[in-house]
């Protein structure tokens, strides 16, 4: 079972523009809600994190937005730029110790110069 | 070391054959992961460890999947008798408390090809 729905699976957009990726989780008991950017041949690498006390997190060029009642939340990259080229991973677990994370299926993001 | 080191970054195992993936997380770190990466998704939990004991073994997919940690630092993933299902990117991570406020490490992965 899916737990964590993540689209599109691939976006293109150009240079300087808005990119917007969509997660929706089930399981109400997660409370933390990562976004990972991950690089060809290497491991993903953590972007930035929410928790569902607030309905956004700004960092720099990456905004978080968090919707409980929808179980929804969504990364926007604005301004982006070639360099942001990656495969973008939402995810989401209950912050225990040894908490597992459970991962989207991924969106390919591509920026064209 | 500065991160997590996997080794091999990459394997080809003839079905049937078994192998052994290691993981050296960054020093100190008391809780080490491994998930599952099958191309074109994203990462799937397999085990975790705390120090030296395995505290959840439930995301490994069958018995021939084994991973030990016996001094509570270095890890290894063993296969046993590979089937082609198992080609996948094998991706260690490991963090400071085992909690997530600060988010896991990752390694770059050992990509796994069974032929």
């Known amino acids: 079972q899916q737990q964590v729905k993540q689209s599109p699976q691939s976006l293109i957009v150009q240079k300087g523009g808005i990119s917007i990726i969509n997660c929706a989780y089930e399981?109400?008991?997660?409370?933390?809600f990562p976004w990972y950017q991950q690089f060809p041949g290497k491991g993903p690498a953590l972007l930035i994190a929410?928790?569902?006390?607030?309905s956004e997190k700004k960092e720099g060029r990456f905004t978080i937005s968090f919707n409980k009642s929808a179980k929804q939340f969504s990364l926007h990259i604005m301004d982006s730029q070639p360099g942001d080229s990656a495969t973008y991973f939402c995810a989401a677990s209950k912050e225990t110790s040894g908490s597992r994370l459970t991962f989207g299926e991924g969106t390919q993001l591509t920026v064209n110069p | 070391g500065a991160g997590v080191s996997q080794s091999p970054r990459y394997k080809v195992a003839k079905r049937g054959q078994d192998v052994a993936l290691r993981c050296d997380p960054i020093s100190g770190h008391v809780s080490l992961f491994w998930y599952q990466q099958a191309l074109g998704q994203g990462p799937e939990f397999l085990t975790y460890f705390q120090n030296e004991a395995q505290l959840d073994k439930s995301g490994l997919p069958s018995d021939r999947f084994f991973a030990e940690r016996p001094e509570g630092s270095v890890s290894t993933l063993k296969i046993q008798r590979t089937q082609q299902e198992d080609s996948a990117v094998y991706l260690c991570a490991s963090t400071l408390s085992g909690g997530l406020v600060s988010g896991y490490t990752f390694g770059s992965g050992t990509r796994l090809t069974v032929v």
């Open positions: 929410i928790r569902p006390d607030v």
């Open positions: 399981n109400t008991a997660f409370d933390y």
